[in-house]
């Protein structure tokens, strides 16, 4: 479950820092929102790139597989980096129904994207890869930056 | 690999699928509606067939119509489920079960025997292969979670639940003797209330009262054992029901307490929950959520003692608002995503907003209409006079419902016909 363990932390902590955001904007606070929507565009592209350059290429080699489950994910990362700049715009402009608007597309579209890579991907790839080969890929994985 | 282990991470279904369901629902709640307007407080009475009616409008109507709506579309995320061509499938299970329901309901007012027969089987025709189907994926997955369990329990129960009701008529029409008719009644609406329609609901709120409200997870082990333990309960009942009708109430209170503390479990998270918003979605959850612990007390005090009508009624009421404000709730976030999410992805620079499909403040104006629908009803429960407006007012919210699934339909179809679109480069 290591893997499982070590990005669904990811993603709920990413759901976290959203919310603050979201309830800075809310409230019309929009330093705190602005700071707070920085913070979760950046963890979450971390996030994303952790995934693309470390854990989607290991499973791909270990199943043999690259235009399954994995192109799909990052089709969807596509898509959430689309609204993260939808959304940054928003901000820019302090134009909160825009922001709250888009907040609640992003939600949604991220909570599908992270229920299929939890209830399927991650644990498949707890599955197929060896303890060594999972310990190595969360160490390279806490070391990427954007 | 994929394959074998029937996992498979597909985009959705077509928008039509859900939509056509959810409409469908919504106009069967308006036919509901129009039903208690003509039909007044005889439309509760539990001994006359325009009650029996009045239910299954709202059962095999209108909760069938969203339950398979929404499964068509969360079995893909929750489960990794993509059915094959789920247009053909849902138009050739939509229109047996529309049909089928009309005839039953005609059959409930006319009792004739060929009449039961050939409802059944057009029932059967639209409910068996595609709840087969969606079980049978549920079966082979290695990786459940909450959810997808209890949304496999419930179709269990739903199929345990048809298979009842068909004994019945058998026994109604005189080609089966044995069995307790008034027994397997209390099992049919015990099944069909608990098991499917309250189980469906449970397991859609352990996925996504956390996800979409950003709120503490339930208890583990709960979440893990509440479908099984409620399934297994249930199926003591069915047992009692064929050979010790007496023990029913007491499974049956039972399956109600656990009910009511799933009812406040979900209350507190919502209580915690790290979002700000407070948007009708969220209020229709609580309002629901209070609604099932005030039903489901009901339910069993109705277990220990005779409750007189006007609490049979009131528990009723509730546990009507119970299901149709989760209804609402899943309805005015499921139709404006799906509508955004599908012109998004199909690259349509002009692809709405989500508040621009569906305003939030029209979702408000729902959740009045709903609440004092419910505030009369459950006045209604002490002045039977009342019961017509009850039903104009069902009229009011689900048309205020299908109007707006219309209007995302109508968005939808006008975006794809004049919206620029980004290139795929032929994909």
């Known amino acids: 479950m290591q893997i499982s363990n070590y990005l669904t932390h990811e993603h709920r902590s990413c759901d976290s820092i959203f919310a603050e955001a979201e309830k800075a904007a809310a409230a019309g606070e929009w330093e705190k929102a602005e700071k707070s929507f920085l913070d979760f565009a950046n963890e979450t592209l971390k996030h994303f790139k952790k995934e693309e350059e470390e854990l989607f290429p290991a499973f791909e080699a270990k199943t043999g597989s690259t235009e399954g489950p994995t192109q799909v994910m990052r089709f969807e990362h596509e898509q959430v980096r689309g609204l993260i700049g939808k959304m940054a715009e928003a901000v820019e402009k302090k134009d909160r129904d825009a922001y709250l608007s888009l907040a609640e597309s992003m939600m949604i579209l991220l909570q599908q994207h992270n229920m299929k890579e939890e209830q399927m991907l991650y644990a498949m790839c707890d599955r197929v890869l060896p303890p060594d080969e999972k310990s190595d890929l969360v160490e390279k994985m806490e070391k990427v930056e954007l | ?427």
């Open chain 2, 1 to 427: 690999m994929f394959q074998n282990s029937g996992l498979s991470l597909d985009q959705a279904p077509p928008i039509s699928v859900v939509l056509r369901f959810f409409l469908a629902g919504s106009l069967w709640g308006i036919v509901a509606g129009i039903w208690l307007l003509a039909q007044g407080a005889t439309a509760l009475d539990p001994s006359a067939p325009q009650a029996l009616i009045l239910t299954h409008m709202l059962t095999l109507g209108v909760m069938l119509s969203f339950m398979l709506g929404a499964l068509f579309q969360m079995l893909p995320v929750l489960a990794g489920i993509a059915l094959k061509d789920p247009v053909q499938l849902a138009i050739r299970s939509q229109y047996p079960i529309l049909f089928g329901t009309i005839l039953l309901l005609v059959a409930f007012a006319d009792p004739s025997t060929p009449l039961f027969a050939l409802a059944l089987l057009l029932l059967g025709i639209g409910i068996l292969p595609v709840a087969l189907r969606m079980l049978g994926r549920l079966y082979r997955i290695t990786d459940h979670s909450p959810s997808s369990r209890g949304m496999g329990f419930s179709l269990y129960n739903l199929l345990l639940l048809v298979l009842i009701g068909a004994w019945m008529a058998g026994m109604l029409g005189g080609w089966i003797n044995r069995g307790d008719l008034l027994a397997l009644r209390n099992l049919h609406a015990g099944l069909g209330l608990l098991g499917w329609i309250a189980l469906l609901i449970v397991s859609v709120s352990f996925q996504v009262i956390e996800m979409f409200y950003v709120t503490p997870p339930y208890p583990k082990n709960y979440a893990r054992w509440m479908p099984a333990l409620l399934t297994g309960l249930l199926s003591l009942d069915f047992v009692a029901a064929l050979n010790l009708p007496a023990a029913m109430p007491w499974i049956e209170g039972l399956v109600a307490a656990s009910l009511f503390t799933h009812a406040l479990l979900t209350l507190h998270r919502l209580y915690r929950k790290e979002r700000p918003l407070n948007d009708a979605t969220v209020w229709f959850w609580r309002l629901g959520m209070v609604a099932l612990a005030l039903a489901m007390l009901l339910w069993i005090a109705g277990s220990l003692t005779e409750l007189s009508p006007v609490v049979d009624r009131i528990l009723a009421v509730l546990y009507t608002a119970f299901a149709l404000s989760v209804l609402f709730a899943m309805s005015y976030k499921i139709v404006p995503f799906l509508t955004w999410f599908h012109l998004n992805a199909q690259g349509y620079f002009t692809a709405p907003m989500m508040h621009e499909v569906i305003h939030p403040k029209t979702a408000l104006r729902h959740l009045a209409i709903h609440l004092a629908t419910l505030f009369v009803a459950l006045v209604a429960a002490f002045n039977d006079a009342l019961w017509p407006l009850v039903g104009a007012m069902l009229v009011l919210s689900f048309s205020w419902l299908a109007v707006a699934i219309y209007r995302a339909w109508h968005l939808y179809l006008h975006v794809q016909r004049t919206g620029e679109r980004f290139d795929f480069g032929g994909s």
